[in-house]
């Protein structure tokens, strides 16, 4: 069949054949001279027709006009790819002749694109939006040009149709590459910066000049106020204000040849510059939305002048020059300064008193070696200065250019107390914990293991202290209360045990005790017994109040460790065992424990041979509609059949594969696993959108998940939509830049990601904000005492409105009833899986099941 173009048939108004026959039958009827009245009206008639025959016409001369109007191609195609119609330009642009184009699949001026290349451009029209793609076009000649493609759709009588117009972009290529070639070879430095005073980009010269070529710095620090020191000509500090690049925002015009001082501090260099900045508006703005920094180093020419010596002083540093065969040391005024002795240092012994007798030392033997072996030196040092006041330099030296016999050693001293105080801050912050002020994971475990190698003092016991219900006032309250909750727990452990004890905070809500035991076996006891009680208050949160009780746990060196590591997995035993039992309470670590443990060894033994030996399998629960029970995906879940333990359970497992690390390697079977499964459905026409696999927290910080998960979906052929992966909260905390850029990395392949068993577990909302995630999981923990219980009613309803003021999605898990299926619904929740629709199935299972 043929396909016609809107000039092939008729447009809104157009006139057509049966317009024609009308018109002829009227003038039939008219010849036969009819009555008065019946010829006024077959008159009236062929009047109307007539005009709306002209109507027609007129709307087709104006469609025409614009249409060729168009300066850019512009195609208007069927909803199955096939061109109607294309406009003047286009038939030039594409050098073919119209009948040579209309009626052909679109694919004629494109012949790369995929056979599915609509699905995208539809998905884009239904949702209202205008679809965008810069492709490659094909001549009549076979000659090739790119073009930015802009499409949308419309309806020609009922038909769905698409206008799409295609913008040459030839010419704007030539004049990026030109615009490249010249920012690459020109000697000056230039930077691109937008009004946050970000460098976007910088050419090579810009790199050079800098020093940040190698060094791995990156853009980011080139205005870092901690790494530079900026000075005017004159060598005054240089407010942000009056950087040439602000005062070229402000102004809003050139800011021509502006010389400014840039002293670095990491490499303890100094560069002159003299910048040009221009401006750049965006088409109808007032004010520059980016500034251009052009500039040169001018360093040569101002070596020797004296505001390079002024910079200097403002950097604190100070030259020196020992003579050797005077006995003299020359110190400029600010090294003078900087030491804090104004006239009593005349030769190097002067300067070796001031100095610590082990730095005394360091820089003795490092000017011997300097004078032997005409080499360079630099060193910290730490002294005192006259006025009783420490201090501490880099000191920098080497032989004097073109003196042959090392008779003078010259230098550079910088003042480097304010930093070395920082690190001494640094330092204890970092065994700090930052919320509640006492000792952090780091330092309990160091100063744990320090106990236990010193002889005799051995003897001592370690309380793992865990809050019961911290994590259900924290999702109910929010962050800042469970803060308050934090501190507050804090201060009633401490007042319990007083001096009698170590108190650091472990993590989450989590604390240890380290107390001794040599003069009094029971001291452990005795301390969880007070710290009971310290906890029988309820917790004043705003205006109401909340029980939050203690579970503990006892471990004694050294019968129950002799490591610090050892000690405190067992006390976090016992401390699962009370919590297990009573919670509220304490647990001393038995030998009942230590064979559960035995137990857990044994299985993790076997774990870690588990995937050699082909035991595990995956099994795929369905993810349904709640509303029409449709099922729209599916769950991997991991499932481990070992020869000597059975079936073993999946909370179980995954807890000590996590413990040992073997997570890794078995997440990554998972995941290769569930691709080719998913690959080996679509092969077999099943449409299963996507599969969610849970992935560990070892995941992001231990392996490189975003390369694996690129890899796979290459591997099998999947689009990134294909996948899902879940994580728990546990990711949330560990949030380093790394685990973020993870997550974008895998946003960008359009992999789906959503937050496991939200709630469960310490809910860090202030990483939840930030993370590039699509959803969260509503925990079974929730989902089981629904709709009869109200708590959880309250933490479903809460979860809910987080992820709606968020723009995430909701499933449920655990749907075990009709009356919790009702509640999700009512609570806006239209995903979830659960036993009420289905178990874990095995793959065939799964198939038969989408096949019901």
């Not at 679109?106 to 995929?114: A, C, G, S, T, Y």
């Not at 679809?131 to 490659?136: A, C, K, P």
């Not at 989590?510 to 107390?515: D, G, S």
């Amino acid at each position: 069949m043929t396909a016609r173009g809107p000039r092939d048939r008729p447009a809104l108004g157009e006139p057509s054949a049966a317009t024609d026959v009308a018109l002829a039958a009227l003038d039939s009827a008219l010849a036969a001279t009819p009555p008065p009245a019946q010829a006024a009206l077959l008159k009236q008639a062929r009047q109307a027709l007539l005009d709306e025959r002209q109507r027609a016409q007129d709307h087709q001369s104006r469609y025409t006009a614009l249409f060729d109007a168009v300066p850019d191609p512009v195609s208007i195609l069927s909803a199955e790819g096939v061109v109607l119609d294309v406009n003047r330009a286009g038939i030039q642009a594409y050098d073919r002749p119209r009948d040579a184009i209309v009626g052909q699949p679109i694919e004629l001026l494109n012949p790369d694109l995929p056979s599915d290349h609509l699905e995208p451009v539809w998905e884009a029209l239904n949702r209202g939006d205008t679809y965008v793609i810069e492709v490659t076009n094909m001549r009549g000649d076979g000659s090739r040009f790119p073009v930015e493609v802009h499409s949308a759709g419309f309806s020609d009588r009922g038909e769905r149709c698409i206008v799409a117009v295609a913008r040459d972009l030839s010419g704007r290529w030539r004049a990026e590459s030109r615009y490249r070639l010249l920012m690459e070879s020109i000697d000056k430095g230039v930077i691109l910066f937008d009004r946050n005073l970000n460098a976007l980009s910088a050419n090579p010269a810009a790199h050079r000049i800098l020093g940040l070529a190698g060094d791995g710095t990156g853009l980011h620090s080139l205005l870092d106020p901690e790494a530079w020191i900026v000075v005017d000509e004159h060598g005054q500090p240089l407010p942000t204000a009056m950087w040439p690049t602000n005062r070229c925002f402000q102004a809003g015009r050139v800011i021509r040849s502006t010389v400014i001082g840039l002293y670095h501090r990491p490499r303890g260099r100094m560069l002159w510059l003299s910048c040009t900045n221009v401006p750049v508006f965006s088409s109808g703005c007032d004010e520059a939305g980016h500034v251009y920094a052009m500039f040169s180093d001018i360093t040569e020419l101002k070596r020797n002048s004296l505001l390079f010596s002024r910079a200097q002083s403002l950097a604190h540093i100070g030259g020196w020059e020992w003579d050797r065969g005077l006995q003299r040391l020359y110190l400029t005024d600010e090294a003078r300064h900087i030491v804090g002795q104004p006239n009593d240092v005349q030769d190097m012994p002067d300067l070796l008193d001031c100095l610590r007798s082990d730095d005394r030392a360091a820089l003795q033997q490092a000017l011997a070696d300097t004078i032997e072996h005409r080499s360079s030196f630099g060193l910290e040092l730490q002294g005192q200065r006259r006025d009783g006041h420490s201090f501490w330099i880099r000191m920098i030296g080497e032989v004097s250019t073109g003196d042959v016999d090392a008779a003078r050693i010259a230098g550079t001293l910088q003042d480097i107390t304010e930093r070395k105080q920082a690190e001494e801050t640094l330092r204890v912050q970092a065994r700090t914990d930052p919320l509640t002020g006492i000792m952090n994971r780091d330092a309990v475990l160091s100063d744990l293991e320090v106990r236990m190698a010193s002889p005799g003092h051995d003897r001592v016991a370690v309380l793992y202290i865990d809050l019961d219900r911290f994590k259900v006032v924290n999702d109910l309250l929010g962050h800042n209360a469970g803060d308050e909750l934090l501190i507050e727990a804090t201060q009633r452990i401490a007042r319990a045990i007083g001096t009698e004890g170590l108190l650091a905070r472990f993590g989450g809500d989590e604390f240890l005790v380290i107390c001794d035991l040599r003069d009094q076996p029971d001291q452990a006891e005795q301390l969880a017994e007070r710290i009971i009680t310290a906890f029988v208050p309820p917790f004043q949160l705003g205006s109401d109040e909340f029980p939050v009780t203690a579970s503990i746990g006892i471990a004694c060196a050294p019968q129950d460790g002799d490591r610090p590591q050892q000690l405190i997995q067992n006390a976090d035993t016992a401390m699962y065992e009370c919590k297990r039992r009573t919670r509220n309470g304490w647990q001393v670590f038995s030998q009942e424990l230590a064979e559960r443990q035995n137990d857990r060894l044994q299985i993790e033994s076997r774990l870690h041979k588990a995937l050699d030996g082909d035991e595990f399998r995956l099994v795929y629960q369905p993810q349904v509609n709640l509303r029409t029970g449709a099922t729209i995906g599916c769950e991997a879940l991991m499932r481990w059949q070992n020869s000597q333990l059975g079936e073993m359970r999946p909370d179980l497992f995954i807890r000590h594969a996590e413990h040992t690390g073997d997570i890794v390697r078995i997440g990554h079977w998972a995941l290769r696993e569930a691709c080719r499964q998913v690959r080996q459905w679509r092969d077999d026409g099943l449409g299963v959108l996507r599969v969610a696999v849970n992935v560990s927290y070892r995941q992001f910080t231990g392996d490189d998940l975003a390369r694996n998960v690129r890899s796979l979906l290459d591997e099998y052929e999947l689009p990134g939509t294909a996948l899902e992966l879940e994580f728990t909260e546990r990711v949330l905390i560990e949030d380093a830049p790394d685990t973020l850029r993870t997550f974008a990395r895998l946003r960008e392949m359009g992999v789906m990601l959503t937050i496991d068993d939200f709630g469960e577990g310490y809910s860090a909302l202030n990483y939840l904000r930030r993370l590039p995630i699509h959803g969260l999981k509503l925990s079974q923990l929730f989902v089981e005492g629904i709709p009869r219980n109200r708590s959880d009613v309250a933490v479903c309803e809460a979860v809910c409105a987080i992820a709606r003021s968020l723009g995430l999605g909701v499933v449920a898990e655990g749907v075990e009833n009709e009356a919790q299926r009702q509640c999700l619904l009512d609570l806006g929740v239209t995903v979830g899986q659960g036993f009420l629709f289905a178990h874990g199935l095995e793959p065939g299972e799964f198939e038969r099941h989408l096949a019901r």
